[in-house]
C-alpha cells in the first residue's frame, strides 16, 4: 500500500519556512510526497516584472522540490487572489482527490497574511470534499474515500495576526534534515533580497533555523523542531488516526498539555 504525504502552502517559499522538515523526514519513512504552492509568488519582488517573477519563483520552488524527489504541482492564482471561494476550492479539490493524501500537511488557520491562512481554509475544504460525488472539482475528477489526517504548520514567526504566540499539539525532531530544509530554502534565491527590503529580515536562511531553534525550545525535548495542530477529524478519519506520529516514532512528541487543553475547551476533559 502506498503512503501519501501532501505539503500546500500559500506562496512559494512557505513549505520550506515551516512544512518542509516534517515532508523530508516522511519521504525517508517511506511516504510518496507531493508540494504545491497555492499562489504564483507573483508580488514578491521590488525589481522583476510580474511575468518575470513568476517565472522565477516557478523555477524555484520546482528545484526545491526536485531536491527532495517531492512531486510538484502547479499553482492556482495570483498573489493576494487566495480568496476562500469555490472557483479556487474546485481546482484545489481536484488536485487533492488526485493525490489522496493520507498526511494533509496545510498552513495555520491563524496567521499573519490573508494569503496563509485562506490556503489552510482552502486546504481544509478541499480534503473534506474529497469523498463528496456531486461537489463538482476543476477539472472533473471522481471521489476517494482515503482517510487523510490534516496538520495545521505553525505560522511564520510562531505568532498569530494579533502576535499571540502559536503552541503546537505535535513537534517533529528536524534536527537531522535541517540542512536539507535550509539547502531546499536557498532554492529561492529571489527572496531572500526580497524579504530584507520588505521585512527587514537579513538573514534569510539564519531566520528559518532560528524559527526551527525557538520551535525545538518548545517542544521542550527537540533542538530544531517543526510544530503541528491536527485538525479535528470529523469527516476526515477515525479520533485516533494519528499516522504522522505512527510514520515518525520517536521523532514526534505530543504535548499532553495542550491536547487536554483541547479537551477541556470541547468539553470532553475532566
Same mark, same amino acid.
Given at each position: 500500500?502506498?503512503?501519501?504525504?501532501?505539503?500546500?502552502?500559500?506562496?512559494?517559499?512557505?513549505?520550506?519556512?515551516?512544512?518542509?522538515?516534517?515532508?523530508?523526514?516522511?519521504?525517508?519513512?517511506?511516504?510518496?510526497?507531493?508540494?504545491?504552492?497555492?499562489?504564483?509568488?507573483?508580488?514578491?519582488?521590488?525589481?522583476?516584472?510580474?511575468?518575470?517573477?513568476?517565472?522565477?519563483?516557478?523555477?524555484?520552488? &520546482?528545484?526545491? +522540490?526536485?531536491?527532495?524527489?517531492?512531486?510538484?504541482?502547479?499553482?492556482?492564482?495570483?498573489?493576494?487572489?487566495?480568496?476562500?471561494?469555490?472557483?479556487?476550492?474546485?481546482?484545489?479539490?481536484?488536485?487533492?482527490?488526485?493525490?489522496?493524501?493520507?498526511?494533509?500537511?496545510?498552513?495555520?488557520?491563524?496567521?499573519?497574511?490573508?494569503?496563509?491562512?485562506?490556503?489552510?481554509?482552502?486546504?481544509?475544504?478541499?480534503?473534506?470534499?474529497?469523498?463528496?460525488?456531486?461537489?463538482?472539482?476543476?477539472?472533473?475528477?471522481?471521489?476517494?474515500?482515503?482517510?487523510?489526517?490534516?496538520?495545521?504548520?505553525?505560522?511564520?514567526?510562531?505568532? /498569530?495576526?494579533?502576535? &499571540?504566540?502559536?503552541?503546537?499539539?505535535?513537534?517533529?525532531?528536524?534536527?537531522?534534515?535541517?540542512?536539507?530544509? &535550509?539547502?531546499?530554502?536557498?532554492?529561492?534565491?529571489?527572496?531572500?533580497?526580497?524579504?530584507?527590503?520588505?521585512?527587514?529580515?537579513? $538573514?534569510?536562511?539564519?531566520?528559518?533555523?532560528?524559527?526551527?531553534?525557538?520551535?525545538?525550545?518548545? $517542544?521542550?525535548?527537540? +533542538?530544531?523542531?517543526?510544530?503541528?495542530?491536527?485538525?479535528?477529524?470529523?469527516?476526515?478519519?477515525?479520533?485516533?488516526?494519528?499516522?504522522?506520529?505512527?510514520?515518525?516514532?520517536?521523532?514526534?512528541?505530543? /504535548?499532553?498539555?495542550? &491536547?487536554?487543553?483541547?479537551?477541556?475547551?470541547?468539553? $470532553?476533559?475532566?
Amino acid at each position: 500500500m502506498t503512503h501519501t504525504a501532501f505539503a500546500i502552502g500559500a506562496h512559494p517559499d512557505d513549505i520550506e519556512f515551516m512544512m518542509a522538515g516534517t515532508l523530508i523526514l516522511l519521504k525517508s519513512a517511506g511516504y510518496e510526497i507531493h508540494y504545491m504552492n497555492v499562489a504564483d509568488g507573483c508580488c514578491g519582488t521590488a525589481v522583476y516584472s510580474r511575468q518575470q517573477i513568476v517565472r522565477i519563483r516557478r523555477k524555484e520552488a &520546482q528545484s526545491a +522540490s526536485m531536491l527532495i524527489g517531492a512531486t510538484y504541482h502547479h499553482s492556482l492564482v495570483p498573489d493576494l487572489d487566495v480568496f476562500y471561494d469555490k472557483k479556487t476550492l474546485a481546482k484545489l479539490a481536484a488536485v487533492v482527490r488526485e493525490v489522496s493524501p493520507e498526511i494533509l500537511l496545510v498552513p495555520s488557520p491563524q496567521d499573519y497574511m490573508e494569503d496563509h491562512s485562506n490556503t489552510a481554509r482552502l486546504a481544509v475544504s478541499a480534503a473534506f470534499t474529497r469523498g463528496m460525488r456531486n461537489f463538482p472539482t476543476s477539472p472533473k475528477r471522481p471521489p476517494i474515500t482515503t482517510p487523510c489526517a490534516v496538520y495545521h504548520a505553525l505560522p511564520y514567526g510562531l505568532r /498569530d495576526g494579533l502576535s &499571540q504566540r502559536i503552541w503546537a499539539g505535535q513537534y517533529v525532531d528536524v534536527s537531522s534534515v535541517i540542512e536539507q530544509k &535550509q539547502k531546499m530554502l536557498l532554492c529561492h534565491a529571489s527572496q531572500s533580497d526580497w524579504l530584507d527590503k520588505s521585512q527587514g529580515l537579513g $538573514s534569510y536562511a539564519k531566520t528559518m533555523v532560528d524559527m526551527c531553534g525557538e520551535v525545538g525550545k518548545m $517542544s521542550g525535548k527537540f +533542538s530544531q523542531a517543526e510544530g503541528w495542530r491536527r485538525h479535528n477529524p470529523l469527516g476526515f478519519g477515525a479520533e485516533d488516526f494519528d499516522p504522522l506520529s505512527a510514520a515518525l516514532g520517536k521523532k514526534v512528541v505530543v /504535548d499532553a498539555e495542550y &491536547q487536554m487543553d483541547a479537551k477541556r475547551r470541547n468539553g $470532553s476533559g475532566v
